[in-house]
C-alpha cells in the first residue's frame, strides 16, 4: 500500500523487537514498527507531490480498515491542523 518492501518492513520488525508482534503485550512495538515504517514512507516519497502522499496514505489507511483515522487525517490536511493536536484535543477514534 505505501510501496514499502515486505523485506524492509521485517527488518524493521527485527530491529524494534524480538517477539512476534501478535502477542497481547506488544503494542508498544507495533506502535514502533508503525511510526518507523511510515518515517521511512516520508523519506521515500519526499520528492512526490504533496496531493499524491496525501492520496497514498488516505488509501493505504482505508485498505487496512482504518478509516476513521482516515477521515482524521484528511480533516487535519483540509484544516491545515497537526494530526497530534487532533488527537491530543480527543477527536481520535476510540
Request: aromatic share 4%; charged share 25%; proline share 3%.
Amino acid at each position: 500500500m505505501l510501496n514499502i518492501p515486505t523485506v524492509t518492513i521485517v527488518q524493521v520488525i527485527g530491529d524494534i523487537c524480538e517477539n512476534l508482534l501478535e502477542s497481547p503485550d506488544a503494542e508498544n512495538d507495533r506502535m514502533a514498527v508503525a511510526a518507523k515504517c511510515i518515517l521511512m514512507w516520508k523519506e521515500m516519497t519526499k520528492h512526490n507531490k504533496t496531493k499524491d502522499r496525501i492520496q497514498s496514505l488516505e488509501g493505504a489507511l482505508r485498505a487496512t480498515g482504518k478509516g476513521d483515522i482516515a477521515d482524521i487525517f484528511m480533516q487535519c490536511y483540509n484544516n491545515n491542523q497537526d494530526l497530534a493536536m487532533a488527537y491530543s484535543s480527543g477527536d481520535a477514534p476510540e
